[in-house]
């Protein structure tokens, strides 16, 4: 199992290519400009502060609303703004984004047979086909999923993927880029997990050494 933003691709390369993108389109509306990064700065603060939230009403509106409120626009122009920036403006960057020996590592584990499935807190699968990998996943599972509704850390998304897949939690491996939310969401799943960084160093490994430890 593995996370999207942030291990498959690059979000360092990713959020500079978008803020030359953002950047330009403010040239001409700066008003609209400003209005819709105080939108976007309210939005993932908002996801950040309901990694714990426990309520019963749907994750997405739940998030809209409390950014609505912290930044002083309407709902609608907070959701207006996160399809427009959040969801659909990245799809045209992350085909050249990837994180470096990404396609290798899905070839090999197709031709191992290993099943894939992304496990993600934002909708995936538009970003998957946009990155022309979507053939290699047997199930996306994204936190706004009825069955899910929940933002890692907590450990529903991995509980729903691994039912979905008929497979107990010490038989998979999730991999992700944020130990404290991605390593929590797996340790309270009880499935091993691996830190993926973009670049050789402390703290994890790249996606090429985890595919040279997978052919070891």
């Not at 999207?4 to 509306?29: E, P």
């Not at 209005?35 to 994750?59: F, S, V």
């Not at 191992?112 to 996943?137: N, V």
Request: aromatic share 6%.
């Amino acid at each position: 199992m593995l996370d999207l933003d942030g291990t498959l691709y690059d979000q360092r390369l990713l959020r500079r290519r978008m803020f030359l993108d953002f950047a330009l389109a403010g040239i001409g509306s700066p008003g609209r400009a400003i209005r819709e990064a105080r939108i976007i700065r309210a939005y993932r603060h908002t996801q950040e502060r309901m990694r714990r939230w426990t309520g019963e009403d749907a994750l997405a509106s739940r998030q809209a609303g409390i950014a609505a409120r912290e930044c002083g626009y309407s709902i609608r122009d907070v959701d207006e703004c996160a399809a427009r920036w959040m969801r659909e403006a990245p799809l045209r960057h992350l085909g050249s984004s990837t994180s470096a020996g990404l396609i290798e590592l899905l070839e090999f584990c197709r031709g191992a047979g290993i099943r894939l499935a992304i496990c993600s807190d934002y909708p995936a699968l538009k970003k998957l086909e946009a990155m022309r990998i979507a053939q290699y996943f047997d199930a996306v599972t994204c936190a706004q999923d009825p069955e899910v509704d929940r933002f890692k850390p907590s450990p529903r998304i991995l509980e729903v993927t691994l039912a979905r897949f008929g497979v107990a939690a010490g038989a998979a491996l999730y991999a992700g880029d944020r130990p404290e939310v991605d390593g929590e969401c797996a340790s309270a799943a009880g499935v091993p997990y691996i830190n993926i960084v973009q670049r050789a160093g402390g703290g994890g490994i790249t996606l090429v050494q985890l595919l040279e430890r997978l052919r070891g």
